[in-house]
T-cell receptor
Framework: AQTVTQSQPEMSVQEAETVTLSCTYD???????LFWYKQPPSRQMILVIR??????QNATENRFSVNFQKAAKSFSLKISDSQLGDAAMYFC???????????FGTGTRLQVTL | EAQVTQNPRYLITVTGKKLTVTCSQN?????MSWYRQDPGLGLRQIYYSMNVEVTDKGDVPEGYKVSRKEKRNFPLILESPSPNQTSLYFC?????????????FGSGTRLTVV
């Protein structure tokens, strides 16, 4: 069974600084997709970034980028120029080629300080 | 606006009193799913549906029922709620069962069973 591990329950970053959230996963599949979701206090689940396993190039969305290491099964999220609005719970998630189950990690709570 | 609508947003009920949480999407998505979110456990899949009249169990289906009579609706039914079903529930949908689309989530239902 696929598993997703987020080993940092909580992280803190100062405004304007850079922070990296870690995620590792376990799978025997070759075709899969990885996601980072943000859950602010409003509890809405917001898709931040997506990575296809067959693409070697790391995905980037504005201040958000990933470091995808397929051999190591690692998928970390880097947030640059952190803003107060980035404070949230962040979930790493994995899906195979069919959407029968999006598997989530346990989440990392990010605090942004002045 | 394209969205997944869940109701109610908050619900407090008593043990054993049947309840239904509604979920509706207006994006003509084929795939729909229910998750529950608990502290330290992330999100876990309860049930999913690939299309109308096609449903299947996720990781934690005990105590829940679903139905998919129409493409847009996917209600979650708790026939006899118990306190261990106190949780935050999310409905999600995806265009198809291709895993690369990711999910669109509803805004969540906070359920408390006393």
């Amino acid at each position: 069974a696929q598993t997703v591990t987020q080993s940092q329950p909580e992280m803190s970053v100062q405004e304007a600084e850079t922070v990296t959230l870690s995620c590792t996963y376990d799978t025997s599949e070759s075709d899969y997709y990885l996601f980072w979701y943000k859950q602010p206090p409003s509890r809405q689940m917001i898709l931040v970034i997506r990575q296809e396993a067959y693409k070697q190039q790391n995905a980037t969305e504005n201040r958000f980028s990933v470091n995808f290491q397929k051999a190591a099964k690692s998928f970390s999220l880097k947030i640059s120029d952190s803003q107060l609005g980035d404070a949230a719970m962040y979930f790493c998630a994995y899906n195979t080629g069919t959407a029968s189950k999006l598997t989530f990690g346990t989440g990392t709570r990010l605090q942004v300080t002045l | 606006e394209a969205q997944v609508t869940q109701n109610p947003r908050y619900l407090i009920t008593v043990t054993g009193k049947k309840l239904t949480v509604t979920c509706s999407q207006n994006m003509n998505h084929e795939y729909m799913s229910w998750y529950r979110q608990d502290p330290g456990l992330g999100l876990r899949q309860i049930y999913y549906s690939m299309n109308v009249e096609v449903t299947d169990k996720g990781d934690v289906p005990e105590g829940y029922k679903v139905s998919r009579k129409e493409k847009r609706n996917f209600p979650l039914i708790l026939e006899s709620p118990s306190p261990n079903q106190t949780s935050l529930y999310f409905c999600a949908s995806s265009l198809s069962n291709w895993g690369g689309y990711g999910y669109t989530f509803g805004s969540g239902t906070r359920l408390t069973v006393v």
